[in-house]
Every structure is written in structure tokens, then in C-alpha cells.
């Protein structure tokens, strides 16, 4: 990872449970790692590159580790051991 990328993680409790939620900054240049490609209905989007989606894969991976989805979208169920998400914050951060 470039040295000047930086992670923070930030815990939420609420009623429902909690959320862990990890942002990376300090990305080279605003649009970095991000690659222009067509989803399946032919409409053009905006992914993470080759690049970008190593950098991201760490911090997804540990996020993951301990969490658990006993989740049955079919019935509307939602069982997990927290929520959250890995995401990209074009901001900077000393």
C-alpha cells in the first residue's frame, strides 16, 4: 500500500446492534484506482481498478474475520454479528 494511504475505523452502536465501518484516505489523486466499465445492461460505471482493489482487499478481509451472516434475504431475516462496510473517503487526512 503507498505510504500515504491512511485507515480509520469507527465502531456504531444502536438498537439494532452495531456497525464497524473502515474508510481509506489520502488517495494518490481524486478518481484513483477507479476503472470505467459496462455493467451487464450496457450502462457505463465507475469500479475499483486492479490497484484499488488490493488495497481494499485487507481491510475487507479483516473486517470479515469475525463477522458472521446467518441472513435469510428470502424471509426477510437478517441475522449477522455486526454491519458496515470497507469504503474509499476522497478526503485527506494528516
Known amino acids: 500500500m503507498p505510504r500515504q494511504i491512511k485507515v480509520s475505523v469507527r465502531t456504531d452502536y444502536f438498537?439494532?446492534?452495531g456497525a464497524i465501518r473502515v474508510n481509506v484516505y489520502n488517495l494518490p489523486e481524486k478518481g484513483?484506482?477507479?476503472v470505467r466499465e459496462t455493467?451487464?445492461?450496457g450502462e457505463p460505471r465507475w469500479v475499483p481498478g486492479?490497484?484499488?482493489?488490493a488495497i481494499l482487499a485487507a481491510p475487507?478481509?479483516?473486517h470479515g474475520a469475525y463477522n458472521f451472516d446467518g441472513s435469510d434475504p428470502r424471509v426477510y431475516y437478517s441475522h449477522?454479528?455486526?454491519?458496515g462496510q470497507v469504503e474509499v473517503?476522497?478526503?485527506e487526512r494528516p
Open 15 to 17: 438498537s439494532g446492534g
Open 80 to 83: 449477522v454479528n455486526y454491519y
Open 50 to 53: 486492479r490497484q484499488l482493489s
Open 32 to 34: 484513483w484506482g477507479y
Open 39 to 41: 455493467d451487464r445492461w
Open 89 to 91: 473517503d476522497w478526503r
Open 60 to 62: 475487507k478481509e479483516i
